[in-house]
C-alpha cells in the first residue's frame, strides 16, 4: 500500500497561472516532506522541503503547505513558467525510519505558453 | 564536479543474465542509495549505505547485490536478472547525519535504463 500518494498524474496549466500540486499520505510518523523536479534522461533534483512543525515554506517562486491533520500537502508555482514543465515527485522521511525517503508516484506538469 | 554518474545509461539483458550498474560521485558523500522508478510507483529504495565498508537494505532488496569498497563507488549487481527487473535504476549520494541522510543535498544521477527480456 502506498504510503505517499500523488493522485493526479498529470496537469496542464496556462504559462504565468498558479500551479497547484498535490500530495496526501497515510504515515502520520512522518516528519518532513520534500518535493523533487525531474526532467526527462536526468535524475530527480530537490526543490523544496518542510518539516511537520511548520505549515508554510516559501522559496520564490515555489511554495509548499503542510496540512497535517489532512495528512496533504501541496506545492504552489506561481507564475508558471514554460521551463517548470516536467516530473514533480513528492516524498516523505520520518526519524524513526532513518530518514530515508518514500516517493509517490508522480504528477506530470506541463506549462503551456 | 562531475556529481553522481552512472553507467551505462541503457541496457538489454536476457534472463539468466548478470550484470552490475556503476555509480560513482565525487563529492565526498558518505550516504548513497540505489532507487528504481516503475511506472505508477515513484522511486522505492534498493540499497543504501552509510559509508565505505558498510550496507543495508533499502524496501526493494531482493535479486540486487551491493558493496561499497570506496566513499566515491557504490556498485549494483543483478546476479539473475529478470523481467521484473525492467526498470529505471537511479543511484544518489548526500551528506550524512550519522547514518541519517541529508536529504536537502541528495543528488541523483541521470539513471540506468534496464531492459530484461
Redesign the interface.
Known amino acids: 500500500d502506498?504510503q505517499?500518494k500523488?493522485n493526479s498524474p498529470s496537469l496542464s496549466v496556462q504559462e504565468g497561472r498558479i500551479s497547484i500540486l498535490n500530495c496526501d499520505y497515510t504515515n502520520s510518523m512522518f516528519d518532513?516532506f520534500?518535493w523533487y523536479k525531474k526532467y526527462p534522461?536526468?535524475?530527480?533534483?530537490?526543490l523544496i522541503?518542510i518539516s511537520s512543525i511548520k505549515d508554510k515554506n516559501e522559496d520564490g517562486r515555489f511554495t509548499v503547505f503542510l496540512n497535517k491533520s489532512a495528512k496533504h500537502l501541496s506545492l504552489h508555482i506561481v507564475p508558471s513558467q514554460p521551463g517548470d514543465s516536467a516530473v514533480y515527485?513528492c516524498?516523505a522521511?520520518a526519524?524513526e525510519y532513518?530518514?530515508?525517503?518514500v516517493?509517490?508516484?508522480?504528477t506530470i506538469l506541463r506549462v503551456k505558453s | 564536479n562531475a556529481g553522481?554518474t552512472q553507467t551505462p545509461k541503457f541496457q538489454v539483458l536476457k534472463t539468466g543474465q548478470s550484470m552490475t550498474l556503476q555509480c560513482a560521485q565525487d563529492m565526498n558523500h558518505e550516504y548513497m542509495s540505489w532507487?528504481r522508478q516503475d511506472p505508477?510507483?515513484?522511486?522505492?529504495?534498493i540499497h543504501?549505505s552509510v559509508g565505505a565498508g558498510i550496507t543495508d537494505q533499502?524496501e526493494v532488496p531482493n535479486g540486487y547485490n551491493v558493496s561499497r569498497s570506496t566513499t566515491e563507488d557504490f556498485p549494483l549487481r543483478l546476479l539473475s536478472a529478470a523481467p521484473s527487473q525492467t526498470s529505471v535504476y537511479?543511484c544518489?549520494s548526500s551528506y550524512s547525519f550519522g547514518?541519517?541522510?541529508y536529504?536537502?543535498?541528495?543528488?541523483?544521477?541521470?539513471?540506468t535504463r534496464l531492459l530484461v527480456l
Request: hydrophobic share 35%; aromatic share 18%; no cysteine.
Open positions: 502506498q505517499v500523488q518532513y520534500l534522461a536526468e535524475g530527480p533534483t530537490f522541503s515527485f516524498a522521511s526519524k532513518g530518514n530515508k525517503l516517493f509517490g508516484a508522480g | 553522481v532507487y505508477g510507483m515513484g522511486l522505492r529504495l543504501y533499502g537511479f544518489a547514518t541519517s541522510p536529504q536537502e543535498t541528495q543528488y541523483f544521477g541521470p539513471g
